[in-house]
T-cell receptor, first 112, second 115 residues
């Protein structure tokens, strides 16, 4: 069972059609949850860090939220330039060692 | 600030050949990481370093070696390349990770093909 699961795998939206991406995790001892954006042929670009349930962060059309077992990346009125793969990563602690696990990503396509 | 840079951007190797990937960062970060990214697999940690002169194994270290002789540089070596090592390799750096929780900054990647 994957420790970090992102859904859906792919999402097609019309320009202006708001939606949410999900990142759920099964690990305990969360230290932080990160969201990244990755454009084709490029490295991931940092977006947000969330540390505790109830926390929210916003940047332009993106808003990230965190609950005890999942995080959502809300995209409001997306534009074609928001098309990218969105990755989440969970920083957690197990038996005294620290781990960082990435999800497989959600590929977002915004159609004009 | 260049951030994190990687050399080379592309490389094709024959099975059994060796090569070194170079990562450099100008943000004075203590921690540096090497990942590989394969379709449908997500990013997987190969090796990481918590400071100059130190390295540690990640999730998929077999077939790779690393060195961190200078704080700003992190080298990834393949001693005898195999087709299974065909992948995109990303280097990243951060202020701190395994003791706190700081975001990582990634390089542009190296696309490696082993034939």
């Amino acid at each position: 069972e994957d420790q970090v699961t992102q859904s859906p795998e792919a999402l097609r939206l019309q320009e202006g059609e708001s939606s949410s991406l999900n990142c759920s995790y099964t690990v305990s001892g969360l230290r932080g949850l990160f969201w990244y954006r990755q454009d084709p042929g490029k490295g991931p670009e940092f977006l947000f860090t969330l540390y505790s349930a109830g926390e929210e962060k916003e940047k332009e059309r993106l808003k990230a939220t965190l609950t005890k077992k999942e995080s959502f990346l809300h995209i409001t009125a997306p534009k074609p330039e928001d098309s990218a793969t969105y990755l989440c990563a969970v920083h957690w602690r197990e038996a005294g060692s620290y781990q960082l696990t990435f999800g497989k990503g959600t590929k977002l396509s915004v159609i004009p | 600030n260049a951030g994190v840079t990687q050399t080379p951007k592309f490389r094709v190797l024959k099975t059994g050949q060796s090569m070194t990937l170079l990562c450099a960062q100008d943000m004075n970060h203590e921690y540096m990481y090497w990942y590989r990214q394969d379709p449908g697999m997500g990013l997987r940690l190969i090796h990481y370093s918590v400071g100059e002169g130190t390295t540690a194994k990640g999730e998929v270290p077999d077939g790779y070696n690393v060195s961190r002789l200078k704080k700003q540089n992190f080298l990834l070596g393949l001693e005898s390349a195999a087709p299974s090592q065909t992948s995109v390799y990303f280097c990243a750096s951060s202020y701190r990770s395994f003791g706190g929780s700081y975001e990582q900054y990634f390089g542009p990647g190296t696309r490696l093909t082993v034939t």
